[in-house]
């Protein structure tokens, strides 16, 4: 153990620095010393030279032109922090977010800071990865369901989108004054405001040049085209609303009462068994009858005893189902079974209870909810599973995954074992899979290294982009647990998004000014104006001209088409609806992955 300096010690060490120090500094500043006819105390020079020491190491750390590992770190933590307060900033009512970490970085790289080449290469590609493999995870489980009948026009307008920024770029590059297709990928992903197709193509392009200028000059591009990308998104909103003469008033009450009466009456629904024919059925044989998936949740005899039915229990005139089933299939039960019915079934007398379990443990990720046996071995009833803020249809052959919230009915007893054998603990839930995420780095690298024809490749963006949405979805099937909770996945995302913004922007720092404060910039920022809203316009147009979508749908489509969430907000908060927020939902996963593959296509084809 060290001994304990006296407190008196210390205060004559003190005294004695900063007397040492005002008395060197009078003598420095004597003409006397600077003439040499007076010499420095004792022990000065050693002083203030570790003085000076020490000020010139801590300066270093903030000086341009420093590599040191500390001065990287510094500058990063710099970049990134200023980049997200300023991003939060609103002009308008929208904020850029974190992409003002690129713009930060930009300056930063204007005055002369930089970062070791390999370092740099490193930290862009790591977050590159962490930024795609998080949104891949994000996306994949409403990736597939998204083609649906339901989406099928949404995400077709959508891709309708994307092939018209594909043609105009392509009518640019070969009559347009941008004939360097690098720049020209840059300033779409800008105008589109899809930072993963950016990254996409930088990496595909360093893979077939080796030519770091080839990025820089793409990130010259994507901030030129960005400002005005997000600006153009929401006058395209304008524009369509204009032509179409639309009330946004209207438009709201419109959606309001739709979903009222599609979403809120006939996921429960409580029928009163008036058809003789019938009577006496089991539910296995009503299911026959209706042919269609629902789960009858509890029973009300003519006696007023409530009862949580099972398969073979069979149902009389007069009694009362509380049924679960889809919203289209409401009018099917009132026209075999009875009509609809007025009954408050939590408020009355009875020991059935409704509750939520979550799925913790691991060993039921991908088991078919049937497999369960809850009647049998627990006399409960699955109403309802809930993924990721979403309602599905407890349906026997429904696959349970991690985080899964099943709604069960029954007695308490019954509900609490069945909870201790699936975990029901939020505990675990907070702690990460990280053996998933990077089994799943690696697999999406190897897949991303694999010459798919042509001389094409996935690459680091598109093959973890891809293995992310597969294991998603299937993960379950190699015992993967997919789930992560909202906030680490955000935070995962943004720090590795963040990551990549900062290293692009150092990168291009250098010659951004000259690059853009240039006619050629000029052009820059003109075509990626018109890459943003042409396209908008058009598929505006159809959606309400020819397909009557409501107002708020479309511009949760044009939001959502452009992978944009600043646009999305300005959506949400001049409409005060969650409609946008459906329908950005609703095209945002096909999109994604259609906007990195369109960039890449464009540079392997182009280059």
Known sequence: MFKKTPPRA??????????????????YLCKKFRRGGSKAPPGSYLIISLYGFHMDSLASLFMPGEVSIASTLVLYSFVIAAGIYIGKVKIFGVSLGVTF??????????????????????????????????????????????????????????????????????????????????????VMSGAVTNT?????????VTQITSNPEQANLMASGYAAAYPLGVVGIILSMFIVKWVFRVNTEEEVKKIEQEQEDSHLKPFL?????????????????????????????????????????????????????????????????????????????????????????????????GVALGSLRLHNGYKLNATRVNRAG???LASPSLRLQMGDRITVVGNLEDIDRLAARLGNSMKRLNQPNLITIFVGIILGIILGSIDIGFGMKLGLAGGPLVVAILLSRFGYKAKLVTYTSSSASM??????ICLFLASVGIAAG????????????????????????????????????????????????MSGGCTDPPALAFANNSTGNDAPAVAYSTVYPLTMFLRVVAAQALILCLA
């Open 491 to 496: 935070m995962l995302r943004e720090l590795g």
């Open 10 to 27: 210390l205060l004559l060490e003190k005294k004695l620095i900063v007397n040492t120090l005002r008395l060197v500094k009078k003598c």
């Open 196 to 204: 993963p197709g950016l990254a996409a193509a930088q990496q595909t």
């Open 269 to 365: 629904l409580t029928i009163k068994v008036t058809n003789p024919l019938v009577n006496g059925m089991t539910l296995v044989q009503l299911h026959d009858v209706v042919h269609t998936n629902f789960v009858v949740s509890r029973l009300m005899g003519e006696n007023g005893e409530i009862t949580i039915p099972k398969s073979s229990t069979q149902i009389h005139t007069g009694d009362l189902l509380l049924i679960v089933c889809s919203a289209t299939d409401a009018d099917r039960f009132k026209a075999v079974i009875g009509p609809e019915a007025e009954m408050d079934w939590e408020s009355a007398p009875t020991p059935v209870f409704s509750r939520r379990i979550v799925v913790t443990k691991s060993e039921y990720n």
């Open 390 to 392: 979403v309602d599905l």
């Open 510 to 557: 250098k010659d951004f000014a000259a690059s853009v404060f240039s006619t050629t910039g000029m052009w820059w920022v003109i075509w990626g104006f018109v890459i943003t809203v042409v396209p908008l316009i058009i598929v505006g147009c159809i959606a309400r001209g020819h397909d009557k979508i409501n107002l708020l749908t479309i511009m949760g489509l």
């Open 101 to 186: 970490v690129l713009f930060v970085g930009i300056l930063m790289g204007h005055f002369g800071y930089m970062v070791d080449t390999n370092i740099l290469k490193f930290v862009r590609e790591f977050g590159l990865i962490l930024f795609i493999f998080s949104i891949g995870l994000q996306v994949g489980p409403g990736f597939f369901s998204s083609f649906k009948k339901g989406g099928m026009r949404l995400n077709a307008l959508a891709v309708l989108g994307i092939l018209l920024n594909v043609a105009i770029v392509l009518g640019i590059y070969y009559f347009g004054n941008i004939q360097d297709i690098s720049a020209l990928v840059g």
